[in-house]
């Protein structure tokens, strides 16, 4: 052990909100460059493997005779010039805890075991995933010490790989959702229409949906580029007070005749679908006589329960319910809510009617099931999940997560779908739907478009009440969210400076490079891109190069798409381009 190991494991950290270990935490070697960085403690059996440079995985496992004790891997590393604690928590980025803080707790249907302590440059100070969904996590600063401590407890058996390469934050967050999606059982499938901009009813709706309406928006969508339809809360009640006491029997009360108004849209070239609140079972449903008593939880303030997924009655009922969609009405995919409010904290125990001794187990199979049925009724189909549940565990059953509601937030929509972008590993990341006033200048609209430039754009604003420079302005960045889907969505991703929620974001595909622009900050022209594109969503129209040679052609378009100006543009020693707020300016090599 070496003297600094000694004094790490002689300093206490108290710890008001951990449950205890079955073994006390002791130091263990760190192999290899990373040893000088990360200082390790573990309680139970220990192997430390290095994975890459200044890379390492470690598992810990409960010695005991029946291994179903608690293990804990616990690490410190200097805390020097951090600017950042990235999680995939709702919050930002914008503090670093202290060590006593209060340790997050992830489940299959809530969070995601990763977290990553950035540096100046956005560096990677230390970042790490763990391999398991059911996990206590804590981390922060040691006041004594000035050390970053991070610690992750689990039952049995833990692994946690360990990344303090340096590289760029994201990168190392990417590299650790691969390392999930190695190991996952089952794999996850993304149609490529999971990746298209999509129109949603809930904003712009609410519960007021009819057939008519729905047909309305997704003809006027489809003229701007929105190639899905998904229908939100009211079409299971003609009832229009809000509330979740309808939930559970999901009959298309307010979508007469079902099978033939979808064929009506998918005649317009749009695909379907429909929401689903899966967990709640509402008082004032047919289901609740049956159901209301395998309840997980009470949800009294919704008119609902819990339903708990460890009872087969429960998964049979409601993966009936949600396979209709597909298998009886021709729907093309589920917007699957609230699965996170399964994550009860302390679930009641299970009766002698249920199969299943977790509520993570009962989950699985429930969704496992859903999406058995649906994919065998109509290849292809896309499934909608949203933050918080994030979790790898969840990748086999959805195409896509949404970020969550932020209704009329640009700023915070763009921080949430980075954020979930940078560990969503295969799936497609869409963004919280777009809304705005009917008054909203044109130059807003393109900036609510940029600000989720970065994911899947979801409109929901009446289309038939747009002005049109409204029109102009959705029509013309749907276009180039569309146009270059493979560099924004499959490209390299480089978000900057998460501590200020990413003034700017750059993704890199091939020979192409597109940036978004949140506030006045010089742009990089470096490398050796084909076209480099500029999403201006700054009041600040002077856009200056930074980094780049030789000559480009630049053409400037305004929020609407309109070309306003063209011209040869030298990058050597840097040059600035005047960029309207909501513009595009693009770049071509000469």
């Not at 395998?294 to 609902?304: I, M, Q, S």
């Not at 970020?403 to 980075?418: E, G, M, Y």
Request: charged letters at 25%; proline letters at 7%; aromatic letters at 6%.
């Amino acid at each position: 052990m070496t003297e600094n190991a000694e004094s790490t494991a002689a300093t206490e950290v108290w710890e008001p909100h951990a449950t205890a270990t079955t073994a006390r935490p002791r130091p263990v070697a760190v192999p290899g460059l990373t040893a000088g960085r990360l200082e390790l403690l573990v309680a139970g059996t220990a192997e430390v493997r290095t994975i890459a440079p200044d890379v390492v995985e470690i598992t810990a496992e409960d010695p005991g005779q029946d291994g179903a004790g608690d293990v804990r891997i616990e690490w410190r590393t200097p805390c020097t010039d951090a600017t950042a604690f990235w999680t995939p928590e709702l919050r930002g980025a914008d503090w670093l805890p202290a060590a006593w803080s209060a340790p997050r707790r992830t489940t299959l249907s809530r969070g995601a075991p990763v977290a990553a302590l950035v540096g100046t440059g956005d560096t990677t100070l230390c970042a790490f995933a763990a391999d398991r969904e059911d996990a206590l996590a804590g981390a922060g600063v040691v006041e004594e010490t000035g050390e970053f401590r991070y610690w992750v407890q689990a039952a049995g058996r833990l692994t946690v790989r360990i990344d303090t390469s340096g590289r760029h934050f994201a990168q190392s967050l990417a590299d650790l959702a691969d390392w999930w999606a190695a190991a996952a059982e089952r794999k996850a499938h993304v149609p490529d229409a999971a990746r298209r901009p999509a129109y949603s009813t809930w904003y712009a709706l609410h519960q007021n949906i009819t057939p008519e309406a729905v047909e309305r928006q997704a003809a006027l969508g489809k003229e701007l580029g929105l190639d899905t339809i998904i229908v939100d809360d009211g079409w299971m009640t003609t009832d229009r007070t809000r509330g979740y006491a309808h939930c559970g029997d999901w009959e298309p009360r307010s979508l007469p005749d079902t099978a033939a108004h979808v064929a009506r849209v998918h005649d317009l070239g749009v695909r379907y679908m429909l929401w689903y609140a899966l967990p709640f079972i509402g008082k004032d449903s047919a289901a609740w006589d049956t159901l209301s008593r395998y309840a997980l939880a009470d949800a009294d303030h919704l008119g609902a329960v819990i339903a708990d997924p460890r009872y087969p009655q429960v998964r049979t009922h409601l993966a009936d319910r949600l396979a209709r969609a597909a298998e009886e009405w021709g729907m093309d995919g589920l917007k699957i809510d609230f699965v996170d409010w399964f994550g009860v904290q302390d679930p009641p125990a299970p009766g002698p009617e249920a199969d299943c001794a977790t509520v993570d187990e009962g989950l699985r199979l429930l969704l496992g099931e859903i999406r058995r049925r649906i994919d065998a009724a109509r290849p292809e189909t896309m499934v909608e999940h949203r933050q918080p549940y994030v979790s790898p565990g969840l990748w086999p059953y959805a195409t896509m997560i949404r970020a969550t509601d932020c209704p009329l937030s640009p700023h915070t929509n763009r921080r949430l779908v980075i954020d979930t972008r940078l560990i969503a590993g295969p799936l497609a990341v869409h963004s919280d739907m777009l809304m705005w006033h009917p008054a909203e200048p044109v130059e807003q609209v393109a900036c609510h478009l940029i600000n989720v430039l970065f994911g899947v754009p979801q409109i929901s604003v009446d289309l038939a009440a747009q002005n049109p420079g409204q029109r102009e302005a959705l029509a013309f960045w749907l276009g180039v969210a569309r146009a270059h889907i493979d560099t924004l969505q499959l490209g390299d991703l480089r978000p900057a400076r998460p501590d200020l929620g990413y003034p700017m974001v750059t993704a890199t595909g091939d020979g192409e490079v597109v940036v978004g622009r949140y506030a006045a900050l010089p742009v990089a022209a470096a490398g050796e891109w084909r076209t480099l594109l500029v999403a201006n969503a700054d009041a600040d129209p002077d856009v200056r190069l930074a980094g780049g040679h030789g000559l480009a052609q630049a053409t400037v378009q305004d929020a609407r798409g309109r070309d306003v100006a063209t011209a040869t543009v030298r990058l050597d020693g840097g040059a600035t381009v005047h960029v309207p707020r909501g513009g595009l300016l693009t770049l071509r090599r000469v």
